[in-house]
């Protein structure tokens, strides 16, 4: 399934499910909230996006604790759930999505070459009515560009399989 059908997708669910989403993006720099404004009528079902490229504009924007990104590193899936949480927090969003990584072509190590990506979903459970996370790391081949595209879809994809399984 392609980017635009995905979020055609999306906009539906949340529409018809009377929820609102908000992302918060590092390495993917806003392309996810590009893509989901790029549909008129977006502003139905998203409430907002924070490109929380830097370490200070993650504790800054939405909360992230310094020790977090210290303790774990900025790619990492321990900063990656504050930064859905953090979104969550600061918008009126019931779903929120994280990004993470190191889209290249510098910037890789032994641990955590260039292409690692790590992704945070957070929601309110309809079921216990607790804040869920969910988070996990991938790996994407290519350049910049590729990781980067490959991110965002795969962010949007899982969000709209969450999404259903959440109602």
Not at 27 to 35: F, Q, Y
Not at 57 to 63: H, L, R, T, V
Request: aromatic residues 8%; negative net charge; glycine residues 8%.
């Amino acid at each position: 399934m392609n980017s635009e059908s995905i979020i055609s997708q999306l906009a539906e669910i949340c529409i018809s499910l009377e929820v609102q989403l908000v992302t918060a993006e590092s390495c993917t720099g806003g392309l996810v909230a590009k893509m989901i404004t790029d549909l008129a009528g977006s502003s139905q079902w998203f409430d907002r996006g924070f490109v929380t490229y830097s370490n200070l504009a993650k504790e800054q924007m939405i909360g992230v604790d310094a020790d977090i990104i210290k303790l774990w590193g900025a790619v990492s899936e321990p900063v990656a759930i504050a930064m859905a949480k953090g979104a969550l927090e600061h918008s009126i969003a019931h779903y929120a999505l994280s990004i993470t990584g190191i889209a290249g072509p510098d910037g890789g190590s032994e641990k955590k070459p260039v292409g690692t990506v790590c992704f945070a979903w957070a929601f309110q459970d309809k079921v216990t009515n607790q804040l869920k996370s969910i988070s996990m790391t991938k790996q994407f081949p290519g350049d910049r560009e590729a990781v980067r595209n490959q991110s965002a879809d795969f962010s949007l994809h899982k969000l709209y399989q969450l999404i259903q399984k959440n109602f």
